[in-house]
């Protein structure tokens, strides 16, 4: 299969190489059984082969399949047995669909530590294909505990190329991930949807007004304790307790004894500098707690829908988004919180102004997978779960528009945070 539609495949290097935009492409130059290593965009290719071609429809029940890489040419490795399913929410509902792959073992991809289980994000929203590389790299100047690897790909899903994908690693418990192994991995979430999960009442809020959701991620649902669980349901309450307690301020008494400060202050930092607004919602939230440590913020994860956008976060043009998000509406009514935070943003400046370097790279990085993907997917049909309006608001501009725009609304950002704090 690998070896057939070579001539359709050059084909399409040569409009890539002559410059011609998405609509020129001929129907039969993409998105045909062509998979082959002839594919190149400058991206590695991932090649996803089910069991017998079964489409991928469910995100619960696993397929057999067997995953290879390709990289400039050549095959990376051999091909690596393994299962897969879909993943998402919104995004599962998507025409670009975004899978979970399992591996039989432990593997290396991409020169990404070894582990099991793997992302592929279908950013299907996202004209600049970026926003999730650009928020990992920002996550990756702080010190937050773990910042998830990721890498950009084509992806070849039974012989079928499907489009520009991020390879990233899966939030999971582990040596080479979030550092908790002898602890517990939580999440904040308004879908409300895992296994081993409950509402703490404190952080009342007009969206959550019972409390904020926890639920436990590590240990796995079929292996937590009732001992466990009680265990860190109390420390949540307990760190409630401190946060909205009349005493909160206190550093023995009040939430800097049960909360890494630093990393609930570099966590802000992220989704202020992203305008990333899943943290009013929340969704997608993330903190973990090592067995003696206090409660961790981290790490950072899903950074397409309205990232680095003013028409999701009109305010973000004049003023911080997060300073009333979750806990940190609590965090800022103590002055001592807010001079940490703004020293900390003061100190990350110089290296947060590098990334619009990094912005630069990743637009000849993309550039010739742009035009493949945008030939196969219209991110305009994200309006369907948003009342009929686009998310991000760059859906409707060409590629180097959208980088534009993205990359202005940052700089932007960073005026806006540095004058606000």
């Not at 307990?238 to 966590?267: H, N, Q, R």
């Not at 500098?273 to 003696?292: D, Q, R, T, W, Y």
């Not at 001592?336 to 630069?360: D, G, I, S």
Request: charged letters at 25%; a negative charge.
């Amino acid at each position: 299969m690998r070896q057939s539609f070579i001539a359709v495949i050059l084909l399409s290097q040569v409009l890539l190489s002559c410059g011609k935009d998405e609509d020129e492409f001929p129907s039969f130059v993409i998105g045909e059984e062509h998979a082959d290593e002839y594919l190149h965009t400058g991206l590695p290719v991932l090649y996803l082969d089910t069991k017998d071609a079964r489409n991928i429809v469910s995100k619960t029940d696993y397929l057999t399949a067997t995953l290879s890489i390709w990289d400039n040419g050549s095959e990376v490795g051999a091909p690596m047995a393994c299962s897969v399913r879909g993943r998402g929410n919104t995004t599962w509902t998507w025409p670009k669909k975004p899978y979970l792959i399992k591996l039989d073992k432990k593997e290396s991809l991409l020169g990404m530590k070894k582990h099991k289980r793997w992302v592929l994000l279908a950013n299907f929203m996202d004209k600049t294909l970026m926003r999730n590389l650009v928020a990992m790299k920002v996550s990756s100047l702080t010190s937050l505990d773990w910042t998830p690897s990721c890498k950009p790909v084509e992806l070849v899903l039974n012989g079928k190329h499907v489009g520009n994908y991020v390879l990233i690693e899966q939030v999971r418990a582990d040596e080479n991930r979030v550092p908790v192994t002898d602890g517990y991995l939580m999440e904040c979430d308004f879908h409300f949807d895992n296994e081993v999960q409950w509402i703490d009442p404190h952080g009342r809020s007009n969206r959550f007004p019972d409390g904020i959701p926890y639920a436990v991620k590590y240990p796995d649902p079929e292996e937590i304790t009732q001992e466990q669980l009680s265990y860190i349901k109390q420390y949540i309450h307990d760190t409630g307790e401190a946060l909205y307690g009349p005493d909160f301020k206190d550093p023995e008494k009040g939430y800097s004894a049960y909360m890494d400060v630093d990393s609930f202050i570099d966590y802000w930092i992220v989704y202020e500098v992203m305008g990333n607004i899943a943290l009013m919602n929340p969704g997608s939230i993330f903190c973990h707690k090592a067995a003696e440590g206090k409660l961790t913020a981290g790490p950072c994860w899903d950074f397409d829908w309205g990232v680095l956008s003013f028409v999701t976060a009109p305010k973000g043009k004049t003023s911080l988004l997060h300073s009333d998000s979750m806990w940190y509406a609590r965090f800022f009514e103590d002055p001592a919180f807010k001079e940490r935070a703004k020293a900390r943003f003061q100190e990350l400046l110089p290296k947060l102004e590098t990334v619009p370097a990094y912005m630069e790279s990743l637009r000849k990085t993309l550039s010739s997978s742009a035009k493949l993907n945008f030939h196969l997917w219209d991110p305009t049909q994200d309006a369907s779960s948003n009342g009929g309006k686009i998310i991000n608001g760059d859906e409707n501009l060409s590629f180097d528009a959208a980088v534009d725009r993205l990359k202005a609304n940052y700089l932007e950002r960073l005026k806006v945070i540095k004058d606000c704090l």
